[in-house]
């Protein structure tokens, strides 16, 4: 059985887009998704991207991290099936109702409310969120912000010093996490302006995530260090970030469509039930 796709991005951060929408797709599950995302003997991306319909939105979509692990959500994915579908759309996925826009800027992404409530990131036990009485090495006092999936958001005077690639997977796994977390180092440059990079869940250094800019901007307001709209610049490039009054995230940017082609399910581990 071959399987069509399309490799899209945003900002850099890259997905691999099966539309099983119309035509039903083989079971998909950890191993046959890290096995799509191997760089070396898969088709490579940060994250797949599963299409499916849905009874309560215009479609459904699945999220699989390059490890193989299903979260809820992911900004910059978001942005890219909007671009293939190509109108306005309703969204179903693990974290809530999105929905998407074709706009001038790209893509707009009504992203949903965020969550501070502890046990709503989740945290293993109760604390303040908005700033957390812990610390790894320099990194202290973050907020942690759930925007469909969770995030913690640590203020710096510069991003680029951290050694992402040492401290994230540390704070990832810290059993503080018991879902294990998102994990932002943002430097405030403007009112209207936040530099940031991410170690993201399951896939690790990123050169774009959404929802961390999207978490990020809300913790900067939530904060009072930026102001409602901010422009949130990322390793790939910039997202616009809104917190509107009704308490709706609102993120825009572009995203790409790369290329198409097509694959033999067997050859990843996918295995084909045929109905006789």
Same mark, same amino acid.
Request: glycine fraction near 10%.
């Given at each position: 059985?071959?399987?069509?796709?399309?490799?899209?991005?945003?900002? %850099?951060?890259?997905?691999?887009?099966?539309?099983?929408?119309?035509?039903?797709?083989?079971?998909?599950?950890?191993?046959? $998704?890290?096995?799509?995302?191997?760089?070396?003997?898969?088709?490579?991306?940060?994250? #797949?991207?599963?299409?499916?319909?849905?009874?309560?939105?215009?479609?459904?979509?699945?999220?699989?991290?390059?490890?193989?692990?299903?979260?809820e959500a992911c900004g910059n994915a978001?942005?890219?099936?909007? =671009?293939?579908?190509? *109108?306005?759309?309703?969204?179903?996925? #693990?974290?809530?109702?999105?929905?998407?826009?074709?706009?001038?800027?790209?893509?707009?992404?009504?992203?949903?409310?965020?969550?501070?409530? &502890?046990?709503?990131?989740?945290?293993?036990? $109760?604390?303040?969120?908005?700033?957390?009485?812990?610390?790894?090495?320099?990194?202290?006092?973050?907020?942690?912000?759930? @925007? !469909?999936?969770?995030? @913690?958001i640590f203020f710096v005077a510069d991003?680029?010093?951290?050694d992402m690639a040492r401290i994230g997977?540390?704070? *990832?796994?810290?059993?503080?996490?018991?879902?294990?977390?998102?994990?932002?180092?943002?430097?405030?440059?403007?009112?209207?302006?936040?530099?940031?990079?991410? &170690?993201?869940?399951?896939?690790?250094?990123?050169?774009?995530?959404?929802?961390?800019?999207?978490?990020?901007?809300?913790?900067?307001?939530?904060? %009072? =260090?930026?102001?409602?709209?901010?422009?949130?610049? =990322?390793?790939? !490039?910039?997202?616009?970030?809104? &917190?509107?009054?009704?308490?709706?995230?609102?993120?825009? %940017?572009?995203?790409?469509?790369?290329?198409?082609?097509?694959?033999?399910? $067997?050859?990843?581990?996918?295995?084909?039930?045929?109905?006789?």
């Open positions: 059985m071959r399987i069509d796709f399309t490799k899209m991005h945003g900002l %850099g951060n890259d997905f691999i887009v099966l539309d099983g929408r119309v035509h039903a797709l083989p079971p998909v599950d950890a191993a046959f $998704a890290s096995a799509l995302a191997d760089r070396h003997t898969g088709i490579g991306c940060d994250q #797949l991207i599963v299409l499916e319909p849905s009874m309560d939105a215009d479609f459904r979509m699945r999220i699989f991290n390059a490890d193989g692990s299903e979260v978001t942005r890219a099936v909007g =671009l293939l579908h190509g *109108e306005p759309t309703r969204i179903e996925t #693990l974290g809530g109702l999105v929905i998407s826009t074709p706009t001038d800027g790209g893509i707009s992404v009504q992203m949903g409310k965020p969550r501070f409530d &502890w046990n709503a990131i989740p945290l293993a036990y $109760a604390m303040d969120t908005h700033a957390m009485p812990v610390a790894w090495e320099e990194l202290v006092n973050p907020i942690a912000v759930n @925007v !469909g999936n969770p995030h @913690v991003p680029y010093a951290i997977p540390m704070i *990832e796994t810290d059993p503080l996490f018991p879902e294990r977390i998102n994990v932002n180092v943002a430097g405030i440059t403007a009112r209207d302006a936040i530099t940031l990079r991410v &170690w993201e869940r399951g896939a690790g250094l990123t050169r774009a995530c959404g929802t961390g800019a999207c978490a990020t901007a809300i913790g900067a307001m939530k904060r %009072g =260090l930026v102001d409602r709209r901010v422009t949130v610049t =990322l390793p790939g !490039g910039p997202l616009v970030i809104e &917190w509107r009054e009704d308490n709706e995230i609102v993120m825009t %940017g572009p995203a790409t469509e790369a290329f198409r082609g097509s694959f033999d399910a $067997a050859d990843f581990g996918a295995h084909i039930r045929i109905a006789i």
